[in-house]
Nanobody, 123 residues
Framework: QVQLVESGGGLVQAGGSLRLSCAAS????????MAWYRQAPGKQRELVAT???????NYVDSVKGRFTISRDNTKNTVYLQMNSLKPEDTAVYYC?????????????????WGQGTQVTVSS
């Protein structure tokens, strides 16, 4: 089985910081892109940041300059450093990892999701 375990969410005041982490384990290998999504109540899931295996990062405009995505390929882990948090950042944050597994003696790639971690930013 493949497991993605998220941690680091919580309650923080506006202007504060949090760091999320997501570690992939199990039979997954050849991990490619990694990403963070978020979903606020009543809103559609939003792509926040992506990172390629060589470290190239992209961000949604609303978090540019405040959030930093990074990864440790030796640990199969992706991080999201969130600074200068705003109440509108409040959401459940999900990590997403594309990687390979062995199915019927063939390598197949899938998107795997973390369980979600709540980030709440108070005014």
């Amino acid at each position: 089985q493949v497991q993605l375990v998220e941690s680091g969410g919580g309650l923080v005041q506006a202007g504060g910081s949090l760091r999320l982490s997501c570690a992939a384990s199990g039979s997954i290998f050849r991990i490619r892109a990694m990403a963070w999504y978020r979903q606020a109540p009543g809103k559609q899931r939003e792509l926040v940041a992506t990172i390629t295996p060589d470290g190239t990062a992209n961000y949604v405009d609303s978090v540019k300059g405040r959030f930093t995505i990074s990864r440790d390929n030796t640990k199969n882990t992706v991080y999201l450093q969130m600074n200068s948090l705003k109440p509108e950042d409040t959401a459940v944050y999900y990590c997403n990892v594309r990687g390979a597994v062995l199915r019927s003696l063939r390598v197949e790639e899938y998107d795997y999701w973390g369980q979600g971690t709540q980030v709440t930013v108070s005014s």
